[in-house]
């Protein structure tokens, strides 16, 4: 059963580009979270999806946006980037809303110069 | 403002000795605390969570944590250390709306 995977691995964007992350939840699961991780940061949550719709969202501009698809996958777009949006952006997946664990992908390596 | 803190960013502890992590919270209500760790290259694990009942949480890997409500800790425990520990240890407080804060991070070091 393959766990949550994500793609790209690493990406290097120029500053104003827009960048797309891709993420595939562990079997079983309907509930994807993005999160960035900046340098040396705990991770910080952006948004959450479920059911198709952006259920949550943390203190992130317009810039980031989602979208999850019917089998539950689900994309991170960030547009206008900034040298500050270089992070480790990581994608988790867990059975439904709640207090639930979430399991974690191994994430894909922002850089933007 | 609800937070998770871990006030150390390393700790190194000798193989075989008692490790703890230190982790403190801020919020309202009733708290559902969690520890991750996460290993080079790869995204984070889940340890315990912490919703109610038990004071002391068993998780994977021989590790455990205690909830303390009168000093606001969830530190992680475990009896004897091994150098395959060493990682970067997150506790996370899940709040109202299902929004989960990470605290910074703790790197822990395991020397043989």
């Known amino acids: 059963d393959a766990g949550v995977t994500q793609s790209p691995t690493h990406l290097i964007k120029t500053r104003g580009q827009q960048v797309t992350l891709r993420c595939s939840p562990k079997?079983?699961?309907?509930?994807v979270s993005w999160y960035q991780q900046a340098l040396g940061q705990g991770p910080q949550f952006i948004f959450q999806?479920?059911?198709?719709?952006?259920?949550q969202r943390g203190n992130f501009p317009d810039r980031f946006s989602g979208h999850q698809f019917p089998n539950y996958s689900s994309e991170l777009n960030v547009n206008a980037l900034l040298l500050g949006d270089s992070a480790l952006y990581l994608c988790?997946?867990?059975?439904?809303?709640?207090?639930?664990?979430?399991?974690f992908g191994p994430g894909t390596r922002l850089t933007v110069t | 403002a609800q937070s998770v803190a871990q006030p150390e960013d390393q700790v190194n502890v000798a193989e075989g000795n008692p490790l703890t992590v230190k982790c403190t919270y801020s919020?309202?209500?009733?708290?559902?605390l969690f520890w991750y760790v996460q290993y080079p290259n790869r995204g984070l694990q889940f340890l315990l969570k912490?919703?109610?009942?038990?004071?002391l949480v068993k998780g994977s890997y021989g590790f455990e944590a205690e909830f303390n409500k009168s000093q606001t800790s969830f530190h992680l425990k475990k009896p004897s250390a091994l150098v395959s520990d060493s990682a970067l240890y997150f506790c996370?407080?899940?709040?109202?709306?299902?929004?989960?804060?990470f605290g910074k991070g703790t790197r822990l070091h395991i020397l043989p």
């Open positions: 988790a997946s867990s059975p439904g809303t709640g207090i639930v664990e979430q399991y």
């Open positions: 079997s079983g699961h309907d509930t």
């Open positions: 999806y479920y059911e198709e719709e952006e259920r």
């Open positions: 912490y919703i109610t009942g038990d004071n």
């Open positions: 919020v309202s209500g009733n708290p559902y």
């Open positions: 996370a407080g899940f709040y109202r709306d299902d929004k989960i804060i």
